[in-house]
């Protein structure tokens, strides 16, 4: 059984910084590309970020280049998300997910999904 686990959401203020971390099961973890969605209310769930399976290739939306990190740890089968300078547009629930087939920036190319968890951001 496959499980994706989020955790580190929370409430911050403008400016602060969350490390959000998902802890995988049930697959080979090292044989896929892992990233992070998030959605707000009302809107679509978007792409943030993504790490092929060996760590040596990172992207990010606009949105974040420069303030996020995405970065694994393939021997604790776990993917993290360094958010620092968080702006209170980055509110939403974030969502981890493991993508078999290659480097996805699109909802429908990941396989497995966590159940996400919320980040919320104060002006």
């Known amino acids: 059984q496959v499980q994706l686990v989020e955790s580190g959401g929370g409430l911050v203020q403008a400016g602060g910084s969350l490390r959000l971390t998902c802890a995988v099961s049930?697959?080979?973890?090292?044989?896929?590309?892992m990233g992070w969605f998030r959605q707000a209310p009302g809107k679509e769930r978007e792409f943030v970020a993504f790490i092929n399976w060996n760590g040596g290739n990172g992207y990010y939306a606009d949105s974040v280049k420069g303030r996020f990190t995405i970065s694994r740890d393939n021997a604790k089968n776990t993917v993290y998300l360094q958010m620092n300078g968080l702006k209170p547009e980055d509110t939403a629930v974030y969502y981890c997910?493991?993508?078999?087939?290659?480097?996805?920036?699109?909802?429908?190319?990941?396989?497995?999904w966590g159940q996400g968890t919320q980040v919320t951001v104060s002006s």
């Open positions: 997910a493991a993508d078999r087939s290659g480097e996805g920036k699109e909802v429908a190319d990941y396989d497995y």
């Open positions: 049930g697959l080979s973890f090292s044989s896929y590309t």
